[in-house]
């Protein structure tokens, strides 16, 4: 068992904590416990995640003294939907939840968004527990607040901010995580260290095999370190204002990648290509020593991650797309761009000319 880390997000009244370590899925029910409530419990899961971890986490409830419930959902993105959080709330009801049932997210960002959105909105608001178990969801969504779901195609689109009251990131979960959702979650990893922490960076770069094969210590330390940079941010900056945009760096261009794609590009490959454009466009712009560049490229190639577009992407097609981003203000795409590793700045002033250089290869 690793040591915990604790990582305390600070929001007034509705602070939290976020523990993280080897061996914790077992320890959540007590902390739930500790925290005040009691009774029902309802887990939201999906399907391959419940098969692996469900056991655990129900006999830790059982044995804090909470009736635990189940609902699981099919895994994958398809289900973050009204109709699926319907049905969840039919389900909720049906367990007999009340206001004061805590909702424990246990899974990926789809859970965490999904189970966090009916958490949310099931009789305006229960408490929310979330336990992630990608690295994605343990580096990122589970932090911050934002929940969503999807409408059609357009991802993200109905979603409101709501605050777990605890987050319990168990890295002997990310033991059975498949390779490349490994390195999805290294993507926004190395994002967090790119724009803030040169020293969480010179870490990645030396221990970046390690954390591919899946060591636990080299892990423990990229989510206890990743997860204290996006708190640091989202705690200054609670509602995504200006603070909270340096943590757009590589997504301008890796949604337009990851659209156009056909989402055939998982996000963090999409954020991973953006990024070493990011990168470019930054040097050639003249802020970014080439070196820089560099290792931001290697740090990406090592975590199994492409850096540049898959051939056959249309950069006209991902340039007509970025335009469309919902971080497009007043017709000007926004941009973070980086100074050197570890300090970035967000620009509106940018050659769309030059994006479309960089994008097709250009140094
Ligand atoms: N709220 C936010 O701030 C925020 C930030 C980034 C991304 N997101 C959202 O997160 C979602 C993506 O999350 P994700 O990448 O975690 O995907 P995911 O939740 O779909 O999980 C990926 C796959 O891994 C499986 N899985 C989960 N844990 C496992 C484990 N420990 N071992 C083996 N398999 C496991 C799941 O069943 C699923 O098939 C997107 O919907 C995205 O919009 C939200
Ligand atoms: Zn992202």
């Known amino acids: 068992m690793t040591s915990m880390k604790k990582v305390n997000v600070d929001l007034g009244a509705r ?38 971890f469900g056991g655990t986490l129900e006999q830790g409830l059982v044995g804090a003294g909470f009736t635990p419930t189940v609902l699981e959902v099919p895994p994958g993105e398809k289900q973050k939907t009204l109709t699926t959080a319907g049905r969840l709330y039919d389900r909720l009801a049906a367990a007999y939840a009340g206001r004061d049932t805590p909702v424990v997210a246990l899974g990926g960002g789809v859970i965490g968004d999904l189970a966090g959105f009916v958490a949310a909105t099931y009789m305006r608001g229960v408490p929310l527990v979330h336990v992630p178990t990608t690295l994605l969801a343990q580096v990122d969504s589970s932090i911050g607040g934002k929940t969503a779901v999807d409408r059609g195609r357009v991802k993200n689109i109905v979603g409101l901010f709501y605050q777990p009251r605890l987050v319990v990131a168990d890295t002997d979960t990310l033991k059975t995580l498949p390779p490349v959702e490994l390195s999805n979650g290294l993507a926004e990893a190395i994002k967090m260290a790119a724009i803030m ?50 943590l757009n760096f590589g997504h301008t261009i890796g949604h337009a990648v990851e659209a156009v794609s056909g989402y055939r590009l998982k996000h963090g490959q999409a954020v991973a290509v953006g990024m070493v454009g990011a990168a470019r466009l930054s040097h050639r712009m003249g802020c970014l020593a080439a070196g820089e560049v560099l290792r931001l490229e290697g740090v990406i190639i090592k975590a ?6 898959p051939r056959g992407l249309d950069v006209g097609a991902v340039m007509r797309a970025m335009k469309h981003d919902k971080k497009v203000r007043q017709g000007r795409v926004s941009f973070v761009l980086l ?20 994008l097709t290869g250009g140094e």
């Open 15 to 52: 602070s939290y904590e976020i523990r993280i370590g080897g061996g914790l899925l077992p320890r959540v029910g007590g902390w739930m416990k500790a925290l005040g409530l009691a009774g029902r419990a309802v887990v939201v899961t999906d399907t391959t995640v419940r098969a692996l």
């Open 339 to 358: 100074r050197s590793i570890g300090e970035a700045f967000v620009t509106d002033a940018v050659d769309p000319a030059l994006v479309e250089e960089v």
């Open 304 to 309: 199994g991650l492409p850096a540049v577009m």
């Open 197 to 246: 922490d040169n020293d969480l960076f010179g870490f990645l770069e030396r221990n970046m095999d390690q954390a591919v094969a899946g060591d636990a210590a080299a892990l423990g330390h990229i989510v206890a370190g990743s997860a204290a940079l996006k708190v640091s941010i989202v705690a200054q900056d609670e509602r995504e204002g200006d603070v909270r945009a340096v």
